[in-house]
């Protein structure tokens, strides 16, 4: 079992940064991936960025790229997300999620079905 708690969401005014923080605790994963996700009211999980266990990058969403920036400790079994340059458009839910094993294709990645293990997320709202 692996259990993961997200943290540093807040309320911030658009071109702001927060730091997104997920602790993982249990079953340390030393393959796979970790991934974070966002759902805004209304719409379904969107994938943001992913990252293997011995810290690369995989992938990162399109209109997120050059904003946001996923990064691990693996010392802290920590998966960070750094996001700058907020807009009002990334008000959502944001959610940690671990695979324990690598995908074959680029896609899995991108699925929120794919993923094992949930946090409970972290609310991030930007006003304009």
């Known amino acids: 079992q692996v259990q993961l708690v997200e943290s540093g969401g807040g309320l911030v005014q658009a071109g702001d940064s927060l730091r997104l923080s997920c602790a993982a605790s249990?079953?340390?994963?030393?393959?796979?991936?970790t991934g974070w996700f966002r759902q805004a009211p209304g719409k379904e999980r969107e994938f943001v960025s992913t990252i293997n266990w011995s810290g690369i990058i995989l992938y990162t969403a399109d209109s997120m790229k050059g904003r946001f920036t996923i990064s691990r400790d693996r010392a802290e079994n920590t998966v960070y997300l750094q996001m700058n340059n907020l807009k009002p458009e990334d008000t959502a839910v944001y959610y940690c999620?671990?695979?324990?094993?690598?995908?074959?294709?680029?896609?899995?990645?991108?699925?929120?079905?794919?993923?094992?293990?949930w946090g409970r997320g972290t609310q991030v709202t930007v006003s304009s």
């Open positions: 999620a671990a695979a324990l094993h690598s995908f074959a294709d680029k896609n899995s990645y991108f699925q929120p079905s794919r993923y094992e293990y």
């Open positions: 249990g079953r340390a994963p030393e393959s796979g991936a």
